[in-house]
């Protein structure tokens, strides 16, 4: 057996989840309060459009919180419970994010095509300042954000989250001053609409994503067959099967296989060595190093067992 990497608390991963932390906690104040500003603001201007933003910052700030927590459970060590610690959670996370987004496409989507049919009056001053109140939060979280968005899954959709709702900000301002300008209203409901058009595809992709590790799928930037020729390359090496390449977490993949090699190489002390060519070969051949494997090797006169119906 092989399994020349383990990851304990104090590594780069802790690290890396612990300025995620500090990183989304900054994020989750600026978005809540500003929120709150906009709730106000939605309240005293009618607008669709600074509704349907505010919706949207208020998944934002829960998928903020989520993302929070599941940074903060990655943290935790591993137990006898669970042997690759909460290493998943930032992936449930970016799942319920994904779908708090969708929901409120959605709403936007209904309410924006009843709206069309009776535009309502819409005060263009108070919307621009809020609108520019949202836009300067929405700044500030980027910004916190910006520097670790690529670290985790959970990351990548915090930063989309407050990205959309950026431009959601600046639709605000621009139906403001059209509306200010040539009193056209429709424009606050062509926002709100604009908005939600935004936030549908992104959340599909985070949500694809999400299902594509919960589904325990190879990695994107591994091809199966490849690895396993490249396997098959090692001078040793007569067969592999029931390989098995998934992911726990963001730059966390894993991989098991069943190798079969010379039977000479049992007895005469090669298997360090084959082990270790193995281990070089999926570190190094591929887009994503595989740090975690498990090799396990059987002669290959066994062949005759019948394989895993799997494999």
């Known amino acids: 057996m092989s399994h020349p990497h383990d990851h ?37 201007t009618g607008s669709l459009a600074l509704l349907v933003d505010t919706a949207h910052m208020l998944t934002d700030a829960g998928g903020l919180l989520l993302a929070l927590i599941a940074a903060s459970l990655m943290l935790r060590p591993t137990t006898a419970r669970h042997t690759w610690g909460m290493k998943r959670a930032e992936v449930l996370a970016a799942s319920a994010q994904s779908l708090l987004l969708m929901a409120v496409g959605v709403y936007a989507l ?61 639709a605000v301002i621009v139906s403001a001053v059209v509306i200010a300008t040539t009193g056209w209203t ?60 998934s992911t726990i977490g963001t730059g966390l993949p894993v991989l098991t296989a069943h190798v079969e090699v010379h039977p000479a190489c049992l007895t005469s ?13 999926v570190r190094e051949h591929f887009a994503e190093r595989i740090e975690h494997c498990t090799f396990q090797l059987e002669p290959s006169d066994c062949s005759t067992e019948e394989p895993l119906p799997h494999s």
């Not at 612990?18 to 500003?37: H, P, V």
């Open 8 to 44: 304990a608390p104090g590594t780069p991963h802790s690290h890396g989840a612990g300025a995620s932390r500090r990183r989304l906690a900054i994020a989750f104040a600026i978005t809540a309060a500003i929120m709150l500003a906009q709730l106000v603001g939605s309240v005293i």
């Open 110 to 170: 209904v309410e924006g095509i009843s709206r069309l049919l009776a535009p309502p009056e819409v005060p263009a001053q108070g919307l621009l300042v809020f609108g520019l109140i949202g836009l300067a939060g929405n700044i500030a979280s980027l910004c916190v954000l910006a520097g670790g968005r690529n670290a985790n899954l959970n990351l990548r959709a915090a930063f989309l989250e407050v990205l959309n709702d950026a431009l959601g900000s600046v």
């Open 186 to 245: 429709p424009v606050d409901t062509l926002a709100g609409l604009l908005i939600a058009g935004l936030i549908v595809p992104r959340a599909v992709v985070i949500l694809l994503s999400s299902v594509r590790i919960l589904m325990e799928a190879v990695p994107r930037g591994i091809d199966l067959e490849d690895l396993r020729s490249h396997l098959l390359e090692n001078a040793h090496v007569d067969e592999v099967h029931d390989l098995h390449v």
């Open 269 to 281: 002390g090669h298997t360090r060595v084959v082990l270790d060519e193995l281990r070089a070969c």
